[in-house]
């Protein structure tokens, strides 16, 4: 006989998480979100390090720069999701029969546990001379820079959008000192997108720029990321 439900549906199906002597509400409610996120629970499935791995496919998907061949930069590259999908895309293990093997190098301030197909290193991207080293281990340019960093949250919105979009821009700075000409940049900004300097940075050197909103992002989630194409060199 099949088991009577409360009559809520999927609803009965949600982990719950108890506030627990010492944790903040807002953890509490973090960790329940991460519990109950189907994004969360297929990136565990299918062994990526985490949810942000689906928002860079949904963008390759559309835009299509992770293409075998390419030489890949990933700012910020912890803990490595971006990587892992970049690899298989650019063909970096070679795989592929026929088709043209390419690379990937992540970079990030703390240490990144070894991708198989991606060269990590740890360097912070703002020192002087950032740029000669990448394009060093890339033996040249790159076709894509890419960055899913955020800065550290205060709790305050406006401070922390100030924030992401001047990491934002320092990440396109560098993508201006490393891309080779027809390139693509992709990084993750807040609501509203790019905006003021930054916007009209990469329309300067861009052919085209688009703000997006994957559907892997949360709802909840002020977090867009812009695509800009076709660097001008």
């Known amino acids: 006989m099949a088991k009577k439900t409360s009559g809520r549906g999927e609803r009965d199906l949600r982990v719950k998480v108890k506030t627990a002597r010492g944790r903040k509400l807002s953890s509490t409610r973090w960790l329940e979100r991460q519990l109950n996120d189907p994004y969360v629970a297929r990136a565990r499935r299918e062994g990526f390090r985490g949810r942000a791995a689906f928002k860079i496919m949904e963008l390759d998907d ?4 992770l293409v075998p061949g390419a030489r890949v930069v990933d700012l910020g590259c912890a803990p490595g999701g971006w990587c892992q999908v970049a690899v298989p895309r650019i063909n970096a293990l070679g795989e592929k029969s026929g088709k043209a093997v390419g690379r990937i190098i992540g970079v990030d301030l703390q240490e990144v546990e070894p991708i198989a197909g991606a060269e990590l290193h740890v360097l912070d991207f703002l020192e002087d001379g950032a740029d000669f080293k990448v394009k060093d281990w890339l033996g040249g340019r790159a076709d894509v ?25 320092a990440a396109a700075e560098f993508a201006f000192d490393v891309l080779e000409e027809g390139g693509t940049f992709v990084a993750k900004v807040l609501a509203g997108g790019a905006e003021g300097t930054l916007q009209a940075l990469l329309k300067q050197r861009f052919d085209k720029v688009a703000n997006v909103k994957p559907g892997a992002s949360r709802a909840d989630s002020s977090e867009k990321f812009v695509v800009a194409t076709g660097f001008r060199g």
């Open 62 to 65: 559309k835009y299509r720069f």
């Open 145 to 169: 820079v890419m960055s899913d960093m955020a800065a550290a949250s205060s709790g305050h919105k406006q401070t922390d959008h100030l924030r992401i979009v001047a990491l934002c821009e």
